[in-house]
């Protein structure tokens, strides 16, 4: 470049001289800062500065406000002199080639319909509309913009409840039993008949090998009904969100498409909640958290149509400036003022930059030895040329949301998608709180020790009066009997009951093989001795026989008058009176046992929801200045080949978001309720205090621990790295090594 | 080209406008170099400092420049190349050709 002669000429050229009106003067001779500045800028002078506060994109600044509609032939000072290098912009026209192609976008939420990127809005500041908007000049809606993102948002938390609300109308969905197709968006009918028409009843005696057929029906119903609960979700999404936002994109200049935006949002988020939805099966009033999703269903879907108006009324009157009122600015209705904010941010971006440039060319070298500023810059930069700024924070992010910064110097703004999870979290704690108090005041109502240990005794000795019958049908109540008899046995054969059965009144011997029977097959038949006592010695004297001959055995005990059904009985009455003794003992004495978790577990998972909710944004702001400060690779990153062919994947953002923040939310605060829980519950409270002594004690152990190190180990025998007292140190090192095996380590 | 926006543009069209406009030519081998991309983006802030240096200000709620840019640069680039940075120099092509040889 320094050998180009002429090129050399034009720069002095430039820089030597002014030009106002077309009218060129000469200035300083000299290189100064007037000349320095003039030639810098001297060829820029079509840049407009206040571009930047303008409320344009900057295609509109690029391309429209510089090149003329007259296919101005831009020169400069030095081409006016050199014809050959005249600079001929095209017209507006051929530089604005751009082709559009149908994007839905309406519903284009990964880009964040509200920006009005690649597109400019014609406001009476902005004069020039590119080519492939120009038909729109008189009706060109910019006003649009400004409820574009609430429409959205609105529309988008609208369609959640709705599908939820016509979710929760399924009733008992694991008891899917049979299914047909009803229409588009039902495609499995629930029923609770416990009988299966479509798959046959599992037989539990076989293996899984004998219910194939069965599992297999069941498993194609599950996958069918997966696929029903996919697809009407899928299907009301596009419904809600494809007609509910009809006409809500930048370009849009037919007013019937806002009304019919209105009309459909009205009628499917009324149609997805209707009035019979609001009773149970047995036509009572149901759940509370039910009825006001369906209420916010509702509720949203008229402020989705109330922004539709408001379209309709921006495209039938163009002119009217909502901006310009005080409660449109109050609601923040400036007209693309976020396209503002972000020139605004470039500029602090490069201020900073340069800034930064200034500071590091004053800061103290490592070297004296570089005698210029060049030199002095690299050797700067090798030392400081890396500095740090705490960034991202939540207390950071609140300053730079109060002070607006976060738009207009960050130049960080949030899409639509991210405006919509925060909006399903806060609703998550919104449920949480209405299920939770709904819960609690159930609890609260219906809670009776009572009336409970009552269900309860009647429950358990159902339970096992059943027992008891079965087992006196079946062959268990010979067990029964062969366990006494064996117990009689043994205690006659101990002499407790006194009874001398040596002989019997005439003298025979108590053998079982002689005064009973025997068949065949060698079994004895004893029911010829039909006299109690007979029996009972028999049974005393020949204790094998339960073993040898369980049923001849049993013969010789009804013989001696023994009441099996009265023994049942008996067992049934002890066991009842047990189990119910014992299951009073575990139910909860008072009401506050109960409730208290309650409030906690629903206060527990309401904070976590709601501190989710709150830190979604700071935490995205946080990834949004990692990945531009490079922290978090972007083109680099070895996982880019798989973020590049699953662009797909964005889409699951929302719904985990939701479910995350719903489960983690209930599982920790049922946790926590659950620890509460024992802390209250008589069965544990000992328990638990006992465990939280030890843990205090722990946590008192690990606080005196660090005392002693700090004031001891390590003032007394360190300087530093550098050991003073090289033995107490070896020692105390030592001691405090072993002890980390106590468990005080965990604090 | 398709942008995510809907936005079709032609190879045509970005050496036409973009490269023609910012790298020097539209021809097939032209990209943007580190310093032609810096130059792009520090273009506004050469002219607001250039504009208050001539005696105008800026637009409402323009960023203005960090203070003493134009100055700083011109003490240096005069120390670095004449080795005084208060001597005055005259603007001749020398001088610019010392300054880009430098």
């Known amino acids: 470049m320094a050998q180009n002669d002429d090129l050399i000429q034009e720069m002095v050229q430039a820089a030597s001289t002014t030009s106002h009106a077309g009218v060129e003067a000469k200035r300083s001779p000299y290189f100064d800062v007037l000349t320095f500045a003039n030639g810098l800028t001297r060829d820029m002078e079509l840049f407009d500065i206040s571009n930047e506060t303008r409320v ?72 020039f509309p590119p080519p492939h908007l120009e038909f729109l000049n008189q009706i060109y809606p910019h006003k649009i913009l400004h409820w574009s993102t609430a429409l959205t948002v609105c529309l988008w938390a609208s369609s959640l409840f709705g599908s939820f609300s016509a979710a929760f109308q399924i009733r008992q969905p694991l008891k899917v039993e049979e299914v047909e197709v009803t229409d588009d968006l039902v495609l499995a009918n629930y029923t609770a008949a416990p009988t299966s028409p479509v798959c046959g009843e599992l037989d539990y005696d076989q293996s899984l090998g004998g219910n194939v057929s069965e599992l297999s029906c069941r498993l194609g119903i599950s996958v069918y009904t997966s696929l029903g609960f996919f697809a009407s979700f899928s299907l009301a999404g596009i419904c809600f969100m494809g007609l509910g936002s009809l006409g809500n994109y930048v370009g849009n200049t037919k ?147 109060r002070d607006q910064s976060i738009l207009k110097e960050e130049g960080i703004w949030y899409s639509t998608r991210l405006l919509v999870s925060v909006l399903t979290q806060l609703s998550i704690a919104l449920f949480i709180i209405l299920l939770g108090t709904s819960s609690i005041q159930r609890v609260d109502e219906q809670f009776g020790i009572e009336k409970a240990q009552s269900h309860l005794s009647d429950a358990l000795d159902n339970a096992i009066q059943t027992s008891v019958t079965t087992v006196k049908t079946t062959d268990v109540s010979a067990e029964i009997s062969k366990a006494f008899a064996s117990t009689l046995t043994s205690m006659g054969n101990a002499g407790l009951f006194g009874f001398d059965c040596s002989n019997t009144t005439d003298g025979v011997p108590y053998v079982v093989s002689e005064l009973c029977g025997v068949s065949a097959t060698g079994s004895f038949d004893c029911s010829m001795i039909t006299t109690s006592k007979d029996s009972l010695y028999l049974l005393i004297q020949n204790p094998d026989l339960i073993e040898l001959d369980t049923a001849a055995a049993y013969q010789l005990l009804d013989a001696t008058e023994f009441n099996t059904t009265y023994m049942a009985d008996i067992v049934q009455e002890q066991l009842e009176f047990v189990v119910n003794q014992s299951v009073d003992s575990m139910y909860t004495d008072k009401k506050y046992m109960v409730t208290t978790p309650l409030y906690v577990a629903v206060l527990v998972a309401m904070i976590n929801a709601l501190w989710l909710s709150v830190s979604y944004i700071p935490s995205i702001t946080t990834t949004i200045l990692e990945l531009r400060s490079g922290v978090i690779p972007s083109l680099k990153s070895p996982d880019f080949e798989k973020y590049r062919v699953a662009p797909d994947t964005v889409s699951m953002l929302t719904g985990s978001l939701f479910w995350g923040c719903l489960v983690s939310s209930l599982l920790l605060g049922l946790v926590i309720g659950f620890v509460v829980f024992l802390f209250l519950w008589q069965g544990s409270e000992f328990t638990m205090i006992r465990a939280l002594t030890v843990l205090l004690a722990a946590f008192i152990l690990a606080i005196v621990k660090v005392l002693i190190i700090i004031f001891c180990c390590r003032s007394r025998y360190y300087r530093g790295l550098y050991r003073i007292k090289p033995a107490a140190s070896n020692i105390s090192l030592l001691a405090l090594e072993r002890a980390k095996y106590v468990p005080d380590c965990i604090f | 080209m398709r942008s995510r926006f809907g936005i079709e543009v032609t190879l045509e069209e970005v050496r036409k406008t973009i490269l023609q406009g910012l790298g020097g030519s539209d021809d097939e081998g032209e990209v943007l170099d580190l310093m032609e991309v810096i130059a792009i983006l520090v273009i506004p802030i050469l002219i607001k400092a250039s504009t208050l240096e001539g005696g105008g200000s800026l637009p409402e709620n323009v960023v203005p420049p960090p203070e003493n840019l134009l100055p700083s640069v011109v003490r240096i680039l005069l120390h670095d190349v004449c080795g005084d940075a208060s001597a005055e120099q005259e603007l001749s092509p020398d001088f610019i050709r010392r300054m880009l040889n430098f």
């Open chain 1, 56 to 127: 344009s994109t900057s295609v509109d600044d690029v391309f429209e406000r510089h090149i003329k509609s007259d296919h101005q032939v831009i020169t400069t000072p030095a081409a006016a002199a050199s014809p050959e290098d005249i600079y001929q912009l095209p017209t507006p026209r051929e530089a604005n080639t751009l082709n559009y192609i149908y994007s839905a976008p309406s519903i284009d939420v990964q880009a964040g319909n509200y920006r009005s990127k690649g597109t400019v809005l014609n406001s009476p500041n902005n004069c």
């Open chain 1, 255 to 401: 007013c019937y498409l806002p009304l019919l935006g209105a009309f459909f949002s009205l009628v499917l988020s009324f149609g997805f909640t209707t009035e019979q939805e609001l009773q149970d099966r047995d036509g009572k009033v149901i759940e509370s958290s039910f009825r006001m999703m369906v209420v916010l269903c509702r509720l949203l879907g008229c402020v989705v149509a109330y922004f539709h108006l408001c379209n309709f009324a921006a495209v039938v009157s163009p002119k009217t400036e909502f901006h310009e009122y005080k409660w449109g600015r109050w609601l923040g209705l400036a007209p693309l003022g976020r396209e503002a904010h972000v020139k605004s941010a470039g500029a602090h971006k490069v201020n900073l930059l340069v800034r930064n440039a200034m500071v590091l060319m004053e800061t103290q070298g490592v070297s004296t030895l570089f005698k210029t500023y060049f030199g002095h810059g690299l050797s700067a930069f090798a030392v400081s040329g890396t500095t740090e700024e705490q960034a991202g924070s939540f207390t950071w992010l609140f300053r730079k949301m």
